[in-house]
Structure formats: structure tokens, C-alpha cells
């Protein structure tokens, strides 16, 4: 029978029951890492364990992985690297909105190793984490953090960036504008700020702040 004929979704699943779904879960757990994971958050959640310990849980054990990746297991990452930023912009955010900016910052962290241990272009990854500079804004806002403290972080990123991951941060901070101005505003006092210092050794770090000032400045203005 073809894979048309016999659908893998939701609904087919369901009527395989409970328990045999479970026991070929379980079955899949053992050899595929990113399902024992994703499986082990859900059990804690379900538990009713705190939801943002279960996902700090998840971003150490997923971060504690050596091995070299190819093309399809850096897929595989970058679905469960999704899951997780859904999980943090909407499950965390809503009941310890406190704690979601940390974590959505920690999952670029985790990109940033998925790229160390591949050659492929990662381009579902960069996918993932374009998405994840839309909900840091968001979530750190929720969460009532400091425009200039966000705009520290934010600097530090753009300057320790090495495989693309942040790359969409500043265009996300300026499409907050009409809902996030201090962030906006003081992003650019401190890029302003640090650009009237002499340049020093590091004139890259000089240039990728000039950089990020301009984009801002372009597309907050827009």
C-alpha cells in the first residue's frame, strides 16, 4: 500500500489507539533523540511539573549532543528546535512570563550549536531562529524587561554572532516600533553611544554596529 493510500496524520494515528501508539512511541524514544525529548517534556508537562524547569530541562539535554550532523538530522534538530521556541513564546510566556526571555535567548545558544557540528547550510535552523527574534521581542516585553537592559543583551549578540543567528533581531525590533518605542529608541542611543568610541583593535565589532544602527535607522523610519 502506497503512503497516499495510507496517511500518516492525526486523525490515521488516533485510531491505531492509545496504547499501541504508546508503545511505538516508546519504541521510537529509544533510538531517535529528538523524540525522547520532545516525549519527555510532554511527560513533565502532563505531570503538571513547572512548565519552564521542563524546558530548561529540554534546552540542556538537547545542548549536551556532540556528534556531527548531516542534512537530515540537522532537519530533525531544527523541527525540535521549533517546538521548543512554541513552547517558550506561548506555554512559558503565559504562565512565568518572567522566565521566557532567558529562554528564547539560551535557544539561539542551541542554534548556534547545531551549526558548529554540521557543513549543511542549516537553512531550516535559520528559519527557526528569524522566527525566534520576532517572539524574544515579544516575550521581553511581556515580561517588562528594561529597554536599555534588552539593548545590552541585543549588542552582545550582534557582536558574538557567528553562523547568521541574529540576523533578523534588529529588523524584529524595528517592526516593534509602534508597540516597543523604548526598545527602538534605546537600542540607538547605545549603538550611537559605542560608535563614538575610538574603534580599537576590533574594527569588525565596529563595523557590525554601524551596521545594525543603519538598519535600524532604515526601517524604523519606514
Known amino acids: ?16 489507539g492509545p496504547g499501541r501508539l ?6 521510537a524514544a529509544m533510538t531517535n533523540p529528538c523524540v525522547r525529548r520532545r516525549l519527555q517534556f510532554e511527560l513533565s508537562a502532563q505531570k503538571g511539573e513547572n512548565v519552564a524547569d521542563a524546558v530548561h530541562q529540554w534546552i540542556s539535554e538537547f545542548g549536551a549532543q556532540t556528534s556531527f550532523l548531516d542534512a537530515e538530522q540537522v532537519g530533525e534538530l531544527a523541527e525540535e528546535l521549533d517546538a521548543m521556541r512554541v513552547t517558550i513564546a506561548s506555554n512559558v510566556s503565559g504562565v512565568a512570563p518572567d522566565l521566557a526571555p532567558d529562554l528564547m535567548w539560551q535557544l539561539f545558544t542551541l542554534a548556534g550549536t547545531i551549526f558548529e557540528r554540521t557543513t549543511e547550510e ?14 524574544l521581542v515579544r516575550v521581553s516585553v ?5 529597554p536599555m537592559e534588552f539593548s545590552m543583551k541585543v549588542v552582545a549578540a550582534i557582536i558574538s554572532e557567528q ?34 568610541e575610538p574603534p580599537g583593535p576590533n574594527s569588525e565589532r565596529f563595523r557590525d554596529l554601524r551596521r545594525s544602527l543603519q538598519e535600524l535607522d532604515s526601517l524604523s523610519a519606514t
Open 122 to 135: 542549516g537553512w531550516e535552523v535559520s528559519r527557526v531562529v528569524d522566527e525566534a527574534c520576532s517572539d
Open 163 to 196: 553562523y547568521g543567528e541574529y540576523r533578523a533581531l534588529i529588523r524584529a525590533i524595528a517592526s516593534a516600533q509602534p508597540w516597543a518605542r523604548a526598545y527602538v529608541s534605546d537600542l540607538k542611543v547605545l549603538l550611537h553611544r559605542l560608535l563614538e
Open 22 to 27: 504508546g508503545t511505538l512511541l516508546a519504541g
Open 142 to 146: 511581556d515580561a517588562g524587561v528594561e
Open 1 to 16: 500500500m502506497s503512503n497516499e493510500e495510507n496517511p500518516i496524520d492525526a486523525k490515521a494515528l488516533a485510531a491505531v
